[in-house]
């Protein structure tokens, strides 16, 4: 495993990436909100990435292996950090330790909605089994980077 400038700050809220399915668009906008407001930004992937040079854009790397990334996410996440993810199980595990999380497309997850989501997930896990083909998803959208572009402008001002 290696660690490339990685810093965390328990004091401050922070955002945390589950960075190797996250769209480079959704990425970049998190760049920019880290150099305009401050906020310390982590990408968590097995695979190295390109981060900008600013002092609170950081980047882990963590070793292949199923769950490695996620749970590294989970070791480090605080209370009030935000987790930008699409994996479900992930959401839950962040939500039980009062982190935030939304989705690169600008869905929250919350103690609200987790289970349902939850549910769903191996609902459509045991369809896939079965051989039902439920397609993928959709592609991302104009309409996804502005929905992630609100939701992260949310965060950003109750956590300041």
Same mark, same amino acid.
């Given at each position: 495993?290696?660690? *490339?400038? @990685?810093?965390?700050?328990?004091? +401050?809220?922070?955002?945390?990436?589950? #960075?190797?399915?996250?769209?480079?668009?959704?990425?970049? &906008?998190?760049?920019? $909100?880290?150099?305009?407001?401050?906020?310390?930004?982590?990408?968590?992937?097995?695979? $190295? &990435?390109?981060?900008?040079?600013? +002092?609170?854009? *950081?980047?882990?790397? @963590?070793?292949?292996?199923?769950?490695?990334? =996620?749970?590294?996410? @989970?070791?480090? !996440?605080?209370?009030? =950090? %935000?987790?930008?993810?699409? =994996?479900?199980?992930? #959401?839950?595990? !962040?939500?039980?330790? *009062?982190?935030? !999380?939304?989705?690169?497309?600008?869905?929250?997850?919350?103690?609200? *909605?987790?289970?349902?989501? %939850?549910? &769903?997930?191996?609902? &459509?896990?045991?369809?896939?089994?079965?051989?039902?083909?439920?397609?993928?998803?959709?592609?991302?959208? $104009?309409?996804?980077?502005?929905?992630?572009?609100?939701?992260?402008?949310?965060?950003?001002?109750?956590?300041?």
């Amino acid at each position: 495993m290696s660690q *490339n400038r @990685v810093k965390v700050n328990k004091s +401050s809220p922070q955002i945390w990436v589950d #960075a190797d399915a996250c769209p480079v668009p959704v990425k970049e &906008m998190l760049f920019r $909100a880290a150099v305009r407001t401050g906020v310390q930004v982590t990408l968590v992937a097995n695979h $190295a &990435m390109r981060i900008p040079p600013a +002092s609170n854009v *950081n980047f882990l790397q @963590v070793s292949n292996g199923f769950d490695l990334a =996620d749970n590294k996410i @989970v070791e480090l !996440v605080c209370a009030g =950090d %935000l987790v930008v993810t699409a =994996d479900i199980p992930l #959401a839950a595990e !962040v939500i039980e330790k *009062n982190g935030q !999380v939304i989705t690169p497309r600008g869905e929250p997850f919350s103690v609200e *909605n987790i289970k349902a989501r %939850l549910t &769903m997930r191996d609902f &459509m896990d045991t369809l896939r089994a079965s051989g039902v083909h439920s397609g993928g998803p959709a592609v991302f959208s $104009a309409k996804d980077r502005q929905r992630f572009a609100n939701q992260l402008d949310r965060y950003l001002a109750s956590s300041s």
